[in-house]
């Protein structure tokens, strides 16, 4: 059950400094504070239970729902969650093209199994040192970018961010894919763009452990 007292334990209250604000956010805004926006917490249960229902129906129809944090207090939180409910995650940078470029991307996944594979059943180890050598750059560097999204063999069924302005190009790939957008939004972000936006602090890692709780337990119920 999400409740208010939770939410404000998190600080999913907290809002940006009033000057910074984006006007469309004026209905999710409670007060201003203190130079602060103060985000109204019945219009983030509503709208964190609307994003839960869809989200729940999409995990439903077998597809997957990618999670993107790639701000320091996001990272941790998205790859943990990911990780439980085995979607995949993007938490270092957004490899542009990711979702408009899938084929290729796709591509690089599979030259990452392969390399793996070599390594299980042993060819790896026949190559020459220098071979190795270079293979291993190559499978690091992929691991380090696609590692969290081998498990996506197709376009996602919806994006999940942590701060649409933040990732930007995943957003208008998303747009132009017409993926369903999950976003947290905070008082300084265009709500517009996003068909599930969450009302919340996309600042504090508490604030964004708890709606990421919340989010991937109704991924989970769907699976």
């Not at 709208?47 to 320091?72: D, R």
């Not at 299980?120 to 220098?130: A, E, I, M, V």
Request: glycine letters at 6%.
């Amino acid at each position: 059950e999400i409740n208010t007292q939770d939410l404000l334990k998190a600080g999913v209250h907290f809002g940006h400094i009033a000057r910074k604000w984006n006007p469309n956010m004026r209905s999710f805004i409670f007060m201003k504070k203190g130079g602060i926006h103060i985000i109204d917490l019945a219009k983030t249960i509503s709208k964190l239970e609307e994003a839960c229902h869809e989200l729940k129906k999409i995990a439903k129809n077998g597809k997957k729902i990618l999670l993107v944090g790639t701000k320091a207090q996001a990272r941790e939180k998205i790859s943990f969650y990911a990780k439980n409910i085995n979607m995949p995650c993007i938490t270092e940078r957004w490899l542009g093209g990711l979702l408009t470029n899938f084929t290729t991307i796709r591509k690089s996944v599979k030259k990452m199994n392969n390399i793996e594979k070599m390594k299980k059943n042993g060819t790896f180890y026949t190559l020459s040192k220098k071979e190795r050598l270079l293979i291993d750059r190559l499978y690091a560097k992929l691991y380090k970018n696609l590692g969290s999204i081998s498990n996506m063999t197709h376009i996602p069924g919806g994006i999940f961010l942590v701060d649409p302005n933040k990732e930007k190009i995943a957003l208008t790939e998303a747009k132009k894919l017409r993926i369903p957008i999950f976003a947290m939004v905070d008082t300084n972000t265009n709500p517009h763009d996003i068909q599930y936006p969450i009302p919340s602090n996309d600042d504090s890692s508490k604030s964004i452990d708890i709606i990421l709780k919340f989010v991937s337990k109704a991924i989970q119920h769907g699976i």
